[in-house]
């Protein structure tokens, strides 16, 4: 169908790398083109991912637009049936003031905390300096993508498990063994 081909963009491009997960959560980032797509509107997510020589994806005025080629490379038809159900970048006037001293008020909370990332590479100087002074746990899930939860349930579910058992939140139950983050 053509919603299993916005699942499988989603995997294919790194925006959520697994499939399972795919399946639950693009259902409520996408919704079905009613109309024409204007140049105004959002992203589409159209049919297919394509592989083969003879199609591409492009984008085309903000939109992906998915393109069937003739052996002369002469266009021959464009889709557009998915579409995201929000515009993001609508919001961008907000993002500066939702992350403003996020890491600072983190790291001033004086209970036990932890952070799981999917990479350090973003990691900002605060946090950089509080993980060094071992104000907080750290721990890495290796490949994840944005959404460590999506990509890796059990991993993320363990790391927690793990984390409120060390600082002795909870009681393990159920044959329940603490793996240790390693640095």
Known sequence: ???RSA????VKSGQIRNLESARVSMAGQVKLCEEAISPTAPKAIVEGIIEEEEEEDEEDGGHMVHK???EDDTEIQKEHLYTWRIELANTEKYWDGWFRGLSNLFLSCSV???LL????DRLDKDLTIGQMQGKFQMQVLPQCGHAVHED?????AEAIATFL???RFTEPVGGFHCVLPVC
């Open 152 to 156: 890796a349930p059990d991993k993320v």
């Open 7 to 10: 699942i499988e963009w989603s």
């Open 1 to 3: 169908t053509l919603f």
């Open 117 to 120: 990332l999917a990479g350090v």
């Open 165 to 167: 058992i060390r600082h």
């Open 68 to 70: 069937k080629k003739k």
């Open 112 to 114: 036990p905390k932890q």
